[in-house]
T-cell receptor, first 115, second 111 residues
Framework: EAGVAQSPRYKIIEKRQSVAFWCNPI?????LYWYQQILGQGPKLLIQ????????DSQLPKDRFSAERLKGVDSTLKIQPAKLEDSAVYLC?????????????FGSGTRLTVV | KQEVTQIPAALSVPEGENLVLNCSFT??????LQWFRQDPGKGLTSLLL?????REQTSGRLNASLDKSSGRSTLYIAASQPGDSATYLC??????????FGEGTQLTVNP
């Protein structure tokens, strides 16, 4: 089966600019996650979707980050305006469903550098 | 708030050595614990998943154990190879589906 697709692979922007990342999960996976991984740290959940509804966005900086999953398939994550501390790898993952019995599949990530 | 700690942060060993990576977590009310591998510039690959009712899982040269009451897990790698060089991440899943990750152990296996 095809994996989780993410684009772009790399992005360099200046602070205060905006940027968007795209994720296409595995076909049929109802649950989609966006994680932020700062260099040297483990990934941290930003937002979780179940189909096209938000399940958990408690750690999403909502003043500058937004995400949507229209039609319950693809998802976009946007940062506006970007700050230097947003430099990180943004990982998208999907699973068949929510809950402990479903494994995750991660994409290769988008590496964002804010200068 | 769940916190996950991994020790050591980095490890360098000669090829062929057996090694142990450690993971500890503060809240024992978990559904499962997972070990992931991350290669530079790549996403995460799931290695082993241990449900809270299980004590260990094995896959090839990898063996992971879970002691939920003490909040600890170990990943044992037998007969290490240079291809095992990567960052190994431990993550626990509690309520909902959120994974809480440790900061990882960066492993280098020298030929």
């Amino acid at each position: 089966e095809a994996g989780v697709a993410q684009s772009p692979r790399y992005k360099i922007i200046e602070k205060r600019q905006s940027v968007a990342f795209w994720c296409n999960p595995i076909s049929g996976h109802a649950t989609l996650y966006w994680y932020q991984q700062i260099l040297g740290q483990g990934p941290k959940l930003l937002i979780q979707f179940q189909n096209n509804g938000v399940v958990d966005d408690s750690q999403l900086p909502k003043d500058r980050f937004s995400a949507e999953r229209l039609k319950g398939v693809d998802s976009t994550l946007k940062i506006q305006p970007a700050k230097l501390e947003d430099s990180a790898v943004y990982l998208c993952a999907s699973s068949l469903g929510a809950g402990s019995n479903y494994g995750y599949t991660f994409g290769s990530g988008t590496r964002l550098t804010v200068v | 708030k769940q916190e996950v700690t991994q020790i050591p942060a980095a490890l360098s060993v000669p090829e062929g050595e057996n090694l142990v990576l450690n993971c500890s977590f503060t809240d024992s009310a978990i559904y499962n614990l997972q070990w992931f591998r991350q290669d530079p510039g790549k996403g995460l690959t799931s290695l082993l998943l241990i449900q809270s009712s299980q004590r260990e899982q094995t896959s090839g040269r990898l063996n992971a154990s879970l002691d939920k009451s003490s909040g600890r897990s170990t990943l044992y790698i037998a007969a290490s190879q240079p291809g095992d060089s990567a960052t190994y991440l431990c993550a626990v899943q509690a309520s909902g589906s959120r994974l809480t990750f440790g900061e990882g152990t960066q492993l280098t296996v020298n030929p």
